[in-house]
């Protein structure tokens, strides 16, 4: 959109050209306008309550904003408002001040109608949440913060295990101060409880605080939970889709991705799941967490299976760690064992089983029990399903990232009425489901990290009642990654005392 | 060394489409975007350009499609437009492409289907003039662009902007089929008459879907004394 600029009281400043009728003025794309300075807060002005709440330790495109264009610019008039570029230039080519993005080859250009510029720069990575360009500004808030009036007792009873209880702690006495911590803790050691007193006192303190996590499920299962322990706060649920957004709340849960609306907004900033897609490998995503913090806020990183920069500077102590190397249930994690099948491909490509993994398909088909089955890849995932079916009696189906059944077939699984699935990688995170065995044909293919495979194993095992879950490593010849993810789990177990 | 357009996946130029199309542009799509595009090819509806491979038998009489001959069974509108032909089914992964380009705003995705519009419009597109379907005011606002112009200005060929939405469009996907077919209510008026008088016209959009909207432009410009219209989309 275009912007007039003219003197006032010997200060610049700028206007939508709609809202001016001056023909001497010559608008200008938002862009191109000389640098503006923020106004000063004229105390007297009675502002809207309504778009504090919803501006505040954000930064959002006027299209995010269901208000008038007039009583916008009242508010930057009076300070309590400010217009910041969306897309500048940088250095080097572009930058984008939603996502931080700088890869030139996510720019474009288009003929833009709003601004009439015939190449209107605009940022691809975040397109996602609405386009910004170079004409559009983000607005963010630069009035007075808003008052928190409400008491944030945690309402939980339950008891935590001893391991829990030092990790809890340890965050507990970090709320406050700035700085880092990394709670590891292992599949099924029950994290979400663990930062239940440390979100209490940072509540109690004032602080506004947010749980990022890459997977929208897990916002889905925890906010819930957290309703329920925190039932006098105000909680927001950030993702594709949701509807909480214009809530004021003090306790954010939101995905990675949502993060690129904020700026500033969090005194506590905890990153689940810290390793997993796509925030360990997306530079952007790193940026959003730091834009949306404080500078001098505190970060709690949760994982159950760190990366190795992570585990690094954990050796090196630049980054602060506690463990929780035993579940809640108080049982060691099932170590995997290793069945040696052949040359599991060929044996595929010629359509047949590996016998080994046969043998072991059909008992588990008689045994009651469910399983998940992991392959190293989408291409083979019917076939191996077919190849399954014409051997046991029982519901066998399979599940990948682009199902559009995805969500129904996890939940036929999770009630009991597919009793073997086949899957890639996509789940070997966050389903729990009790009764449970593993098993990973062809675990010596490259696909399969040490860290997947531990997330992989994690799976099983995990509720009191069953607590001692079959994990299976079907391969021809151990990879590195199979011994060092066994190592991994023998590890936690030692040091959990078994 | 190129990055998918769509998914923006790094992947290798050793796959090209001179293969498949004898083109020799670049592929601007990775090769599993491309793969999950359905190119329109086989017998077609002679009239709305649909493949009869995607539709049972009975739809279809001769060499139209059901709807067609609905179209062409009313007075009103029959023979009106003369044909239309589209590039790609509109699948579940074109909806996905074509909802972020237009509602998220990602313009830049429309190039991915430049090369091959090109060659395949190539001989409609040569002695017509192209005219796009127009937004609302409102609507091209919003967005920032009208995909349709944007699309016309990629075929080779002469484009003008000839036609203006009047109603805004929200009213129109809410009537039913019979108020669509009504054809009072146009949404579209011819902004220069004698720019339309006689000559041969070629309607641009991005979808057809059921055929109203262009019908209706058709309408207009027959109305204005254009020799025939015919019309070119990008998904069917
Ligand atoms: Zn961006
Ligand atoms: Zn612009
Ligand atoms: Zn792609
Ligand atoms: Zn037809």
């Known amino acids: 959109m275009r912007f007039v600029s003219y003197f006032l009281n010997d200060r610049l400043i700028i206007a939508p050209e709609i809202l001016v009728e001056n023909p001497d003025l010559k608008p200008v794309p938002f862009g191109e306008l000389p640098d503006i300075e923020l106004r000063s807060l004229n105390y007297s002005f009675k502002y809207s309550e309504k778009l504090q709440q919803i501006l505040y330790g954000k930064m959002l495109l006027l299209d995010e904003l269901q208000f008038p264009l007039k009583t916008i610019q009242e508010h930057y008039e009076n300070g309590f408002v400010m217009y910041n570029p969306g897309v500048k230039k940088a250095k080097y080519g572009w930058q984008c001040n939603r996502c931080g993005n700088v890869n030139d080859h996510l720019f474009a250009s288009f003929s833009c109608f709003r601004c009439k510029s015939e190449s209107c720069v605009y940022c691809r990575n975040c397109i996602m949440m609405g386009r910004v360009s170079v004409c559009m500004p983000l607005l963010s808030w630069t009035g007075p913060d808003m008052k928190d009036k409400s008491n944030h007792n945690l309402m939980w009873q339950g008891e935590l295990s001893a391991r829990q209880q030092i990790a809890s702690d340890r965050f507990v006495e970090q709320v406050g101060k700035s700085g880092e911590l990394l709670i590891w803790a292992v599949c099924g050691a029950g994290k979400t409880e663990v930062l239940f007193h440390g979100i209490e006192k940072a509540l109690k303190m004032g602080f506004r605080v947010c749980i990022a996590t890459p997977r929208t499920d897990v916002i889905l299962e925890l906010a819930p939970r957290l309703k329920e322990a925190f039932p006098n706060t105000i909680i927001a649920s950030y993702y594709g889709g949701s509807e909480e957004r214009e809530t004021p709340a003090q306790l954010v849960l939101s995905t990675t991705h949502q993060l690129y609306r904020f700026k500033q907004a969090f005194n506590l900033m905890i990153v689940d799941e810290v390793d997993a897609f796509p925030y360990s490998y997306d530079k952007t995503l790193q940026h959003a967490v730091s834009t949306a913090s404080n500078p001098d806020a505190l970060r709690i990183y949760l994982s159950a299976t760190p990366s190795r920069t992570m585990k690094k500077e954990v050796i090196q102590n630049k980054l602060p760690c506690v463990k929780i190397p035993i579940r809640f249930h108080g049982f060691p994690l099932p170590e995997p064992k290793m069945v040696w099948s052949g040359e599991w491909k060929k044996r595929l490509e010629r359509g047949k089983l590996p016998p080994a993994f046969l043998r072991w398909i059909k008992s588990q088909a008689v045994s009651g029990r469910r399983a998940m089955i992991f392959v190293p890849s989408v291409s083979i995932i019917e076939k191996v399903t077919e190849l399954i079916r014409g051997h046991v009696e029982v519901i066998v189906d399979f599940v990948h990232a682009e199902d559009s059944l995805r969500k129904e077939k996890v939940a036929r699984f999770r009630q009991g009425d597919i009793m073997l699935l086949i899957t890639t990688t996509i789940l070997e995170r966050g389903v729990t489901v009790p009764f449970l065995d593993v098993a990973i044909l062809g675990a010596d293919h490259e696909v399969f990290s040490e860290n997947a495979l531990v997330q992989m194993a994690g799976r099983a095992g995990r509720s009191k009642d069953d607590y001692n879950g079959q994990v299976l490593f079907f391969h021809y010849g151990k990879s590195l990654s199979m011994l060092s993810a066994i190592k991994h789990i023998r590890d936690m177990n030692k040091e959990a005392g078994f | ?236």
């Open chain 2, 1 to 236: 060394m190129n990055y998918c357009l769509y998914c923006h996946q790094f992947y290798s130029e050793t796959w090209s489409w001179s293969a498949l199309f004898g083109l020799k542009a670049e592929p601007l799509l990775c090769q599993s975007c491309t793969a999950k595009l359905e190119l329109i090819r086989g017998d077609i509806c002679r009239i709305c350009g649909r493949p009869f491979s995607l539709f049972p038998e009975q739809y279809r009489q001769g060499d139209s499609c059901y709807d067609c001959i609905r179209w062409e069974e009313d007075e009103e509108w029959a023979g009106l437009l003369q044909q239309n032909r589209s590039l790609y089914v509109y699948n579940d992964f074109l909806k996905k492409v074509i909802a972020k380009m237009k509602y998220r705003g990602d313009a830049e995705l429309i190039k991915a289907f430049y090369p091959l519009s090109r060659s395949k419009f190539k001989s409609i597109t040569q002695n017509s003039l192209l005219v796009p379907i127009p937004l609302s005011k409102e609507r091209q606002y919003e967005r920032g662009f009208n995909q349709a112009e944007i699309f016309a200005k990629s075929l080779t060929g002469n484009v003008q902007p000839l036609l203006k939405r009047v109603t805004h469009e929200e009213k129109q996907s809410k009537k039913t089929r019979k108020d669509r077919m009504a054809k009072k209510n146009n949404p579209f008026i011819v902004i220069d008459e004698d720019g339309v008088k006689n000559k041969s016209i070629l309607l641009i959009d991005d979808v057809y879907t059921t055929g109203s909207t262009l019908r209706y432009a058709a309408k207009v410009m027959k109305d204005a004394g254009a020799d025939q219209v015919s019309s070119v989309t990008l998904a069917r």
